[in-house]
């Protein structure tokens, strides 16, 4: 039988002979290396020196035949191995401490979590998300920006995480998907009744004579909508641009025209009538989120919480 408390082990983590309780040492020094991206941070969170950390990890991997850290230049990446140890680990290690008070004491001024990502996403879920690490004494740094510039500035060790609309190019950053994103088309309930029945007559040349409200000059978005639903290339140009997906919806809304948005933007105003869909494809366009992690991220409790609970919060999403 495990030890009264400890988790279930996990796929790969073999279980211990009978009688034999469970390493739980082993495991809390995986979910220490796994939250802070690097054995030698990890080590400085559990009083360890880094050498003892890898040998742990080491131990851990031979136990269960598998690989569950990328040694990187700079700290370590999980592997899907290690995600899936982790999530279910996580919840009763993090119980256990609370319960013997043998967890990672934070020093009295731990210092804030640097979170970057777009605008409209972190307003519109992260921030409500996050609210009740706040209340709860996590302190928070958040920086709007567009995702080539924020990763840039992880790299260079501005933020701690970065919410990011595309995965990272090369192996120098961890990431792991947050949450998708559904882009619809939608008009006010105005224009819907003057196109009623033409977009599937007539296709998207019905739109033609409608303001098209946008979030940038070049239409990104709504390019990437007009290839992937229609099948052919976007021709028209925006009356009016927007750089925050939050006013476009706002001016589709007031009538100014159409766009394509994040559902998650819209879906209050669509459930209330404000905003229509124009269209209901069956394969509708999908961008990923994901939530990046600079490897060797100095050691702080309050990022793991912050990390672990955005994963956790985004499955509503």
């Excluded at 983590?13 to 082993?26: H, I, Q, S, Y």
């Excluded at 003057?194 to 098209?212: I, K, N, Q, S, Y």
């Excluded at 269209?279 to 989120?289: E, M, V």
Aim: hydrophobic fraction near 50%; aromatic fraction near 4%; glycine fraction near 8%.
């Amino acid at each position: 039988m495990p030890a009264p408390g400890a988790p279930a082990p996990a796929p790969g983590v073999p279980a211990p002979e009978p009688g034999v309780p469970a390493d739980l040492n082993l495991l809390r020094t995986f979910l220490a290396v796994y939250r802070a991206g690097s054995f030698t941070a990890a080590g400085q969170v559990l009083g360890l020196s880094q050498p003892t950390v890898t040998t742990q990890i080491r131990t851990l991997e031979r136990q269960g035949g598998r690989e569950l850290f990328e040694r990187l230049p700079r700290g370590v990446a999980p592997t899907a191995v290690a995600d899936e140890l982790a999530a279910r680990i996580a919840a009763p290690l993090d119980a256990l401490a609370a319960a013997t008070g043998t967890g990672v004491r934070p020093a009295r001024a731990v210092e804030p979590v640097h979170l970057a990502g777009p605008a409209e996403l972190l307003c519109t879920l992260v921030l409500p998300a996050l609210a009740p690490l706040v209340a709860d004494g996590v302190r928070l740094r958040v920086t709007a920006g567009l995702t080539d510039q924020l990763l840039e500035e992880l790299r260079a060790g501005r933020h701690d995480l970065v919410i990011a609309t595309t995965r990272p190019r090369g192996r120098t950053l961890a990431a792991v998907p947050l949450a998708d994103e559904e882009f619809v088309l939608v008009a006010a309930p105005v224009w819907a009744a003057r196109l009623h029945g033409r977009l599937a007559a007539e296709g998207p040349a019905a739109l033609h004579e409608v303001p098209l409200v946008a979030y940038a000059e070049d239409l990104p978005i709504v390019r990437r909508y007009w290839r992937h639903v229609f099948g052919r290339r976007l021709d028209c140009r925006a009356a009016l641009t927007v750089p925050d997906l939050r006013g476009v919806v706002s001016a589709v809304a007031a009538g100014a025209g159409f766009a394509v948005v994040p559902r998650y933007l819209c879906a209050p105003l669509l459930d209330s009538g404000a905003l229509v869909r124009l269209d209901d494809p069956a394969d509708p366009p999908i961008n990923t989120g994901y939530l990046v992690q600079r490897p060797g991220t100095p050691a702080n409790p309050h990022l793991a919480r912050v990390r672990d609970h955005l994963l956790a919060a985004a499955r509503t999403w």
